[in-house]
């Protein structure tokens, strides 16, 4: 047995430390920015509370008084109902939609606990499928983590959802497992990785068997399904998409795969991503 120096032991674990704790802020920067850059004029009232899910919702009228197919937009990990402000602020979606966009459980305050159980996670958006008033069901669109949680609810609620959209999720199980710095981030205080990666951190490590668990209702799933990646994700592994693919033997799927995009592929094709959403889901029909 080779015998390492404790001083090299340390030397190594405080680069661990620096490089998470750069990579802490430049994430949390980069989430920023991409939002930031592709947010237009935010109309969308004030935010709300329902249960332990704060949100913000668009729904305009229609000519014939008609109601609009709802679509739920569910952030990843970390994320609020900003995520998705670009959309709910685009002249398509505001004529085609009544839109609701959440900041899911334990993200609504600062130090709040997180919820790493899908299954609560899906609970706390029941109420809003309900909320859908033109007969057809409530569409679900996650963005990373959110794709296991719309995943979830699709399952446990189908009869309330009439389509999903996955843009940059994560699903396959062999490739949604901690990596080596989320193992080693558990260990991190928070002072130092910062309370978002913290959290996000929570969310991810009881994952894998969790996606593991649903394997066998995927093939429930039927209905409308569109799913964006981009080859350069660097966050989610490019390959989910495809096994989401495989997985929804029993869906309409309609796969995008985006040359040259990454994990931000969300806000960056924003305009290609609305119109395939209307496209997709054709709500006028």
Do not use: C
């Not at 709300?48 to 913000?56: K, R």
């Not at 499928?129 to 699709?154: C, E, F, N, Q, W």
């Not at 940059?168 to 990785?193: C, H, K, M, Q």
């Amino acid at each position: 047995m080779v015998l390492v120096p404790r001083s090299i032991l340390l030397r190594g674990s405080l680069i661990a430390v620096f490089v998470l704790s750069i990579a802490a802020i430049v994430t949390n920067q980069l989430f920023a920015q991409a939002q930031d850059s592709t947010r237009i004029s935010t109309d969308v009232g004030p935010a709300l509370s329902l249960g332990n899910v704060e949100y913000v919702e668009v729904n305009t009228g229609t000519e014939d008084g008609s109601a609009k197919q709802l679509i739920v937009f569910v952030h990843g990990t970390p994320g609020s109902f900003t995520a998705f402000l670009r959309y709910m602020n685009d002249p398509q979606m505001r004529e085609n939609f009544h839109m609701i966009s959440v900041t899911r459980p334990g993200w609504t305050e600062r130090d709040a606990e997180k919820v790493s159980s899908l299954d609560v996670q899906a609970a706390a958006l029941e109420p809003f499928l309900r909320m859908d008033a033109s007969g057809k069901g409530a569409i679900l669109m996650g963005h990373s983590y959110g794709g296991p949680v719309i995943t979830k609810t699709a399952m446990l609620y189908q009869e309330l959802v009439s389509g999903l959209v996955f843009v940059a999720t994560t699903g396959d199980p062999e490739l949604s497992g901690p990596r080596w710095y989320n193992r080693f981030a558990v260990v991190i205080p928070r002072f130092i990785l910062g309370n978002s990666l913290k959290g996000a951190n929570a969310e991810i490590m009881p994952l894998r068997p969790q996606l593991e668990a649903i394997l066998p209702q995927w093939e429930e799933l039927e209905m409308p399904v569109l799913i964006v990646q981009g080859d350069r994700d660097r966050l989610v592994h490019p390959h989910n998409a495809e096994f989401m693919q495989r997985m929804l033997v029993n869906a309409d799927v309609t796969y995008m795969w985006r040359e040259g995009q990454g994990h931000f592929v969300l806000w960056e094709e924003a305009e290609l991503i609305v119109e395939s959403i209307v496209e997709k889901f054709n709500p006028s029909n």
